[in-house]
């Protein structure tokens, strides 16, 4: 069971704390969580390069597809990698920047009162039992600090910026994640 500091800081991961988040506007309540996916090469899973993206030190040249990443500022609160191992880039009481253009319930701006989870993974490949169990002791963890993110309140980046993102994709399984979060 994973448990949340007074900082925001999710304990028995790994921290690797990003420079690309900001404060949550003015007295902003988290209410609402994002699912993502990421693979860096697209489709190729393990090693650090998602992590270097998020904190600003990932070596463009190293792939031809990092090529339009150059200067790119980003980041998520967390990921889960293949095997269910958690890094955490942004306190979950700040606001990382992981949903960019973005509306929920008529609300715009979603980084501003979400929590952004990556799943490494593409939308048509499955994920891993260890990233579902993973995905649901983390969210155990958010839903005990911010009680507002309740199982209506946990969608897919494709949910909050619809024909601009497709993440997590058909290949997550909403149904198994909901009942093992139940």
Not at 88 to 111: K, L
Request: with cysteine; hydrophobic share 35%.
């Amino acid at each position: 069971m994973f448990s949340i500091d007074d900082r925001g800081w999710l304990q028995g991961v790994e921290h690797c704390p990003s420079p690309n988040y900001g404060a949550r506007p003015g007295d902003t309540a988290v209410d609402l969580l994002v699912i993502h996916n990421i693979s860096l090469p697209a489709g190729v899973f393990g090693g650090r390069y998602i992590h270097d993206l998020f904190c600003n030190c990932l070596n463009c040249d190293a792939h031809p597809s990092f090529a339009d990443l150059r200067d790119l500022e980003v980041s998520a609160h967390a990921l889960i990698d293949r095997s269910g191992h958690t890094t955490q880039f942004v306190s979950f009481d700040d606001r990382a920047w992981h949903a960019g253009v973005s509306e929920f319930a008529g609300r715009p701006n979603c980084n501003d009162y979400s929590i952004g989870i990556e799943l490494e993974g593409t939308d048509t490949v499955g994920y891993t039992a260890q990233q579902y169990q993973t995905l649901v002791q983390v969210t155990q963890a958010l839903q005990r600090k911010y009680p507002l993110i309740g199982k209506q309140r946990i969608v897919g980046h494709c949910d909050i910026a619809p024909g601009r993102k497709t993440d997590p994709g058909p290949a997550f399984d909403w149904a198994y994640f909901r009942k093992e979060l139940s």
